[in-house]
């Protein structure tokens, strides 16, 4: 898409280019949608749940009739929302730290108002997820009728962002879909579309099929292009893309497998030495019994033999290689009963952690473009200056059962070797190492004005240990 870059930067944005981008766009539209919709397990998405039965070739005579084919289970096991919900539970199950090099700085409560009106914990978990399920995710940060800055999640198969570098810096952006509304008591869609620059959004609108019309512009109020991706990775690729064919195995064989049981139900039945005509049978199914005279007469079923320990150990190497080559990890597995220590739950989650670190460095430099674009907005309210986004800091901490004995024993190794500050910030439950040296310092200051010796039955002792 970026070959548009030269075309807008010696053209006027026109409904034509808008129509011919959305075009060119179709395929990853299509592709980042069929992820979205196989994560929900649509129907739409999964293709098992689109399975129809097996038609056989017609042998039907009067006395044998096909039945192998009635039965047609569709199971579908998402192990891409698994995959998908591992990583964002992971990653964002303790909410993105935000702070700033001074925290005396005036706009530190600009920082932390701008937080709490955008439930910013909930955006960013959301985002992190999309980006796993697509590939990318899209953010728009927007001025609102109250004049404040805030930021909404957009739909990654809605949006084109051109940038000649990465799509955290954007150059300019295109937002399309589609809404209905009513005319004369009939609901009719219309398409729009919004393109972005570096200083206006131009809106464009149809109704039905017809094309894209220019409709207006305005100012957005940003010094840069307001909506930006985050990508998953460099190739923008979904975290279960490379195992939806396994999975697909897995749900046919799981389903097959279904399928072979419930037949049990309709196996063939054999009289050996007997005949039976219609009213015979009409008679067995009422009473249920066969009367047999000839000890050479025989009544059973005829049935398939399943090899379930071959489907077993099918399934499990597919399981396994789903996980393996997805980077995931499955916490029900065995090898994580039991009090792990730190080191052994690392190698444990290695290719977890691996790629959850290039997830990081994405999002990472696009929180840095979405505060660049803030302080763009702030600068002009004379809150802080254009560059002081550079003094604002991420931290993510990853979401992981804590052995706390095994990191109070580490730490109480660490006094004296390292600052208090290093040593603290080991310790999982310490969520702000400042506030918690703060809190030491305090009670460290209680301690020294407590009184310290002596008997007197009129004034209290104070805390003087227990005997």
Wanted: glycine share 4%; net charge negative.
């Amino acid at each position: 898409m970026n070959e548009y870059l030269n075309l807008l930067k010696n053209n006027h944005i026109t409904a034509d280019i808008v129509e011919m981008m959305i075009k060119d766009h179709e395929p990853d539209h299509k592709r980042m949608k069929r992820l979205y919709e196989r994560y929900k397990a649509s129907l739409e998405g999964v293709p098992i749940l689109q399975r129809t039965p097996v038609e056989y070739e017609d042998f039907e005579t009067a006395t044998i009739k096909r039945i192998d084919n009635k039965v047609n289970n569709r199971l579908n096991n998402a192990f891409d929302a698994d995959i998908v919900d591992t990583k964002t539970g992971y990653m964002f199950g303790y909410p993105i730290s935000y702070s700033i090099d001074d925290k005396q700085s005036p706009w530190q409560r600009e920082i932390e108002k701008f937080l709490l009106r955008n439930n910013v914990e909930d955006v960013d978990s959301e985002t992190g997820k999309m980006a796993a399920i697509c590939g990318y995710a899209a953010r728009l940060s927007y001025v609102d009728v109250d004049g404040k800055e805030r930021i909404m999640n957009v739909d990654p198969w809605e949006t084109i962002i051109l940038s000649a570098t990465d799509m955290t810096e954007p150059q300019y952006a295109l937002r399309y879909y589609t809404v209905y509304d009513w005319l004369n008591s009939a609901k009719i869609s219309k398409r729009k579309a919004e393109f972005y620059d570096d200083t206006n959004v131009y809106f464009f609108e149809s109704t039905g099929e017809q094309k894209l019309q220019y409709v207006g512009e305005q100012p957005h109020l940003f010094d840069y292009c307001p909506l930006f991706g985050i990508p998953n990775n460099k190739e923008l690729m979904g975290d279960a893309e490379k195992v939806l064919k396994l999975i697909d195995a897995y749900d046919r064989t799981i389903s097959d497998a279904s399928n072979e049981i419930e037949q049990y139900r309709l196996a063939y039945l054999i009289l050996k030495g007997l005949g039976a005509d219609e009213e015979t049978l009409a008679q067995v199914k009422k009473a249920g019994i066969f009367e047999l005279f000839d000890e050479k007469d025989d009544v059973k079923y005829l049935t398939k033999d399943i090899n379930d320990a071959l489907i077993e150990h099918h399934l499990d190497r597919i399981e396994k290689n789903i996980i393996r080559f997805a980077k995931s990890v499955n916490f029900t597995d065995e090898a994580f009963s039991g009090n792990l220590s730190g080191v052994a739950m690392k190698f444990k989650i290695m290719a977890l952690e691996n790629k959850s670190i290039t997830m990081e460095r994405k999002m990472t430099a696009a929180l840095r473009y979405q505060f660049k674009l803030l302080c763009s907005a702030w600068a002009k309210k004379g809150i802080c200056s254009k560059d002081d986004y550079l003094k604002v800091w991420f931290s993510f901490k990853r979401n992981l059962p804590v052995n706390l004995l095994d990191e109070a024993q580490t730490t109480a190794q660490l006094r004296g070797q390292v600052s208090e500050r290093t040593r603290l910030s080991l310790l999982s439950f310490v969520d702000d190492v400042d506030y918690e040296l703060e809190e030491m310092k305090k009670e460290e200051e209680e301690m020294n004005l407590e009184p310290l010796g002596g008997e007197d039955d009129n004034e209290p002792t104070g805390n003087r240990g227990i005997s």
